[in-house]
């Protein structure tokens, strides 16, 4: 059974940074990723990252975020700077192993002054 757990959201002004984490309980050996969920909008694909740490970018956050991953510590990470009101949903940490899809519970970033 895998968990993953999100944290690290919050309100921020635009133009500021923050840095989510999701942690990883069980075998997560393999690609992640993060999306977001805007209130009426569709889950979009933010960044994902491979076992050997090749990101890959929504072009709407290339250039602001930066994602990683310590396998050791079976976490990724998302640093989301020069954040725009734009940026503003719920984030979710994401992992498919084989046929099954699993999902964090969401972390809220707000954006605004």
């Known amino acids: 059974q895998v968990r993953l757990t999100e944290s690290g959201g919050g309100l921020v002004q635009p133009g500021g940074s923050l840095r989510l984490s999701c942690a990883g309980f069980?075998?997560?050996?393999?690609?992640m990723a993060w999306y977001r969920q805007a209130p009426g909008k569709q889950r979009e694909l933010v960044a994902d990252?491979?076992?050997?740490?090749?990101?890959n970018y929504a072009d709407s956050v290339k250039g602001r975020f930066t994602i990683s991953r310590d396998n050791v510590r079976n976490t990724v990470y998302l640093q989301m700077s020069s954040l725009k009101p734009e940026d503003t949903a719920v984030y979710y940490c994401?992992?498919?192993?084989?046929?099954?899809?699993?999902w964090g519970q969401g972390t809220q970033v707000t954006v605004s002054s």
């Open positions: 994401f992992i498919r192993l084989g046929r099954a899809d699993y």
């Open positions: 990252i491979t076992i050997e740490s090749i990101p």
């Open positions: 069980g075998s997560i050996f393999a690609t």
